[in-house]
């Protein structure tokens, strides 16, 4: 197999990166497709950093095992499969999904940090960075971590306020400037969205379409 074309996603919580993912993933049906999931690597909890008041802040570079995620992805990339634990919020690795990525001539990598570790940075062919409105972005966080993870508002308020801010302001906004593509997820996500799909289409190989 030859060489896979590699799609970099990365934004800040609740920015919609996997909506976009999804999108794209439609968009080149006609080719095989691999998803790599940063959230796939998180370190077991007793191996998280915490805040002054002892809370887990899983918002920080250091939440992902970075080394294990930087193999994976140069398997990947080299035609090889991998393995990985799916991750849900609150589940135990060892019980959670065992997955297969098998090697595709599209692999998409999506996280938090895709942009801020150097070796997945550098092997990407194709960068995009999801960005939306502060407010769109809590509103978004509040609803799926009340619904889906148990939390209370103010503990989401916290979190955002303490952990996910600053997260967003050291580690992911400083490499919005550096990206192939800013793709806007608001009003203009239909209109970016053409502009985007057009856009890989004069770069992706002429078999993915």
Same mark, same amino acid.
């Given at each position: 197999m030859?060489?896979? @074309?590699v !799609? #970099?996603?990365?934004?800040?919580?609740?920015?919609?990166?996997t909506t976009?993912?999804?999108?794209?993933?439609?968009?080149?049906?006609? *080719?095989?497709t691999?998803? @790599?999931?940063?959230d796939n690597?998180?370190?077991p909890?007793?191996?998280?950093?915490v805040?002054?008041?002892?809370?887990?802040?899983?918002?920080?570079?250091t939440?992902?095992?970075?080394?294990k995620?930087?193999?994976?992805?140069?398997?990947?990339?080299? #035609?090889?499969?991998?393995?990985v634990?799916?991750?849900f @919020?609150?589940?135990? #690795?060892?019980?959670s999904s065992?997955?297969?990525?098998?090697?595709?001539?599209? !692999?998409?990598?999506?996280?938090?940090?895709?942009?801020h570790y150097?070796?997945?940075?550098?092997a990407?062919?194709?960068?995009?960075f999801?960005?939306?409105d502060?407010?769109?972005?809590l509103?978004?966080?509040?609803?799926?971590?009340q619904?889906?993870? #148990?939390?209370k508002?103010?503990?989401?308020i916290?979190?955002?306020e303490?952990?996910?801010?600053?997260?967003?302001?050291?580690? !992911?906004?400083?490499?919005?400037?550096?990206?192939?593509?800013?793709?806007?997820?608001?009003?203009?996500?239909?209109?970016?969205?053409?502009l985007?799909?057009?856009?890989?289409? *004069?770069?992706?190989p002429?078999?993915?379409?």
């Amino acid at each position: 197999m030859s060489k896979p @074309f590699v !799609i #970099g996603i990365c934004g800040g919580s609740g920015a919609g990166k996997t909506t976009l993912l999804q999108r794209l993933s439609d968009t080149f049906q006609n *080719t095989s497709t691999a998803v @790599f999931s940063m959230d796939n690597y998180y370190l077991p909890l007793e191996q998280q950093a915490v805040d002054a008041n002892g809370i887990v802040n899983f918002d920080l570079p250091t939440a992902l095992d970075h080394q294990k995620l930087q193999n994976d992805l140069q398997e990947l990339i080299s #035609g090889r499969p991998i393995e990985v634990r799916e991750y849900f @919020f609150n589940v135990q #690795g060892n019980k959670s999904s065992l997955l297969t990525i098998q090697p595709s001539e599209l !692999i998409i990598v999506e996280g938090l940090f895709t942009l801020h570790y150097p070796s997945v940075f550098s092997a990407l062919d194709f960068s995009i960075f999801v960005d939306v409105d502060h407010a769109i972005q809590l509103d978004r966080r509040i609803y799926r971590d009340q619904e889906t993870r #148990g939390y209370k508002r103010h503990e989401i308020i916290y979190q955002w306020e303490n952990h996910v801010l600053p997260c967003y302001q050291h580690y !992911i906004e400083p490499y919005k400037s550096k990206v192939d593509f800013i793709y806007f997820n608001d009003h203009r996500a239909d209109d970016n969205y053409l502009l985007l799909s057009e856009q890989l289409r *004069t770069l992706v190989p002429d078999r993915f379409l």
